[in-house]
């Protein structure tokens, strides 16, 4: 990173991917900018002493990192912007990746058959709670049950997923 047109190019690159990466998780552009601009200063500043061997991976990083270090220092909990992230991923993810698909697929799958089903229709279907308690001849009730309880076993599940986020905000298009 010592050359200044590799480093350019590198900034050229990532800068909106970044931006992206990091309005997903502040809800706030001005904040999102900042907190990228900060990452490459900070990489120009240390560009002697870093050794990246893989630029992409080395920069959602450093952006995610700055994010909960900006919160941290503002006395924020991190995980709302995990939260954050697990919603993106849960609101978005018939428009995800055919390969992180297959991932939260076998998460569903996991889901009791009723849940897995309310849940689709929910989500999937964009269907009211009004029409699959009619459709599947239940309560609203258990419907919004059935929809909380999966919502909370995928947040779970996608826990385990959170090295996805910059692959999947990269796939997306904004």
């Known amino acids: ?33 900042n907190i990228v601009q900060d990452v490459f200063v900070d990489l120009w500043e240390r560009k002697s002493d870093v050794e990246i061997n893989a630029i992409e991976p080395y920069l959602f990083r450093a952006v995610k990192n700055q994010v909960f270090k900006h919160y941290q220092n503002n006395r924020f909990d991190k995980t709302i912007l995990e939260d954050k992230f697990e919603d993106y991923v849960i609101d978005h993810f018939s428009t995800i990746d055919p390969e992180v698909m297959d991932l939260l697929y076998s998460l569903l799958d996991k889901l009791p058959e009723k849940r897995k089903e309310v849940l689709l229709m929910y989500k999937m279907q964009d269907m009211t709670i009004d029409q699959i ?42």
């Open 1 to 33: 990173m010592n050359n200044p047109e590799i480093f350019e190019k590198t900034y050229t690159q990532y800068w909106k991917k970044l931006t992206a990466f990091s309005y997903t998780m502040t809800q706030d552009n001005d904040l999102a900018q």
């Open 133 to 174: 308690a009619d459709e599947l001849g239940i309560s609203k009730q258990t419907v919004k049950n059935q929809i909380s309880s999966g919502l909370k076993q995928l947040r779970e599940g996608l826990k385990d997923l959170a090295w996805l986020a910059p692959y999947i905000i990269l796939h997306q298009n904004f």
